[in-house]
């Protein structure tokens, strides 16, 4: 019998900052500059790298 792993569900905030990038790919917020660059998008990024870098780390043997 193959046991499948269970993952918890990702945390609010991580969820939110995926729903901020998807919005990105589709439109453009109040934040954002003429060059392209959005504070907001930025922070989404780095908060989705940091939750994956820890979930990284504590699936390590």
Not at 1 to 13: H, T
């Amino acid at each position: 019998m193959v046991r499948e792993e269970i993952r918890p569900e990702p945390p609010f905030l991580v969820i939110m900052a995926g729903y901020v990038i998807d919005f990105h790919h589709r439109d453009v917020c109040s934040k954002c500059r003429s060059d392209g660059s959005c504070p907001r998008l930025r922070q989404a990024a780095l908060r989705l790298n940091a939750w994956r870098d820890r979930r990284n780390q504590n699936q390590q043997p």
